[in-house]
C-alpha cells in the first residue's frame, strides 16, 4: 500500500502557476475523499481543498477562484491546479486520502503523502 506520492512542487514567480499531482495506491484510491493540505513554518496544517464523502469540491476561502482539485480516476492520481500564486501560498503541501471511505460518513484523513514543496516568490 505505501505512502501517497505527490510531485510537482517547486519554485515560481508570483502569478504563476503549478500542478501538483498525488499518485494514491490503487487499493485505497476512492472517487471521494481526496484532499490537499498545506503546512507553513510554525502553523497548523490546512485543508486547501478537497473532495468530500459526497462527492463535492471544497476550498478554503484563500485558494477560491484559483485553485482546482481533479482526479483521474483510471490512474489513481489526484491534482491541484494553482493558478495566480502568492506568496502567502509558499507551504508544505500533502495529499491525503481516506482508506475507508464511505459515503455515510465524513471523511478521515489517514493515509497521507510526504509533501511537495511550493515556493512562490514576490
Known amino acids: 500500500q505505501g505512502q501517497l506520492v505527490e510531485s510537482g512542487g517547486g519554485s515560481v514567480q508570483a502569478g504563476g502557476s503549478l500542478r501538483l499531482s498525488c499518485a494514491v495506491p490503487?487499493?485505497?484510491?476512492?472517487?471521494?475523499?481526496s484532499a490537499w493540505f498545506r503546512q507553513r513554518p510554525g502553523e497548523e496544517r490546512e485543508k486547501v481543498a478537497s473532495i468530500e464523502e459526497n462527492f463535492a469540491m471544497d476550498y478554503a476561502d484563500s485558494v477560491k477562484g484559483r485553485f482546482t482539485i481533479s482526479q483521474d480516476p483510471d490512474e489513481a492520481t489526484v491534482y491541484l491546479q494553482m493558478n495566480n500564486l502568492k506568496p502567502e501560498d509558499s507551504a508544505m503541501y500533502y495529499c491525503?486520502?481516506?482508506?475507508?471511505?464511505?459515503?455515510?460518513?465524513?471523511?478521515?484523513?489517514?493515509?497521507w503523502g510526504l509533501g511537495t514543496r511550493v515556493t512562490v516568490s514576490s
Open positions: 491525503a486520502a481516506d482508506s475507508r471511505w464511505s459515503p455515510a460518513r465524513a471523511c478521515s484523513w489517514d493515509v
Open positions: 490503487k487499493d485505497i484510491y476512492r472517487w471521494a475523499c
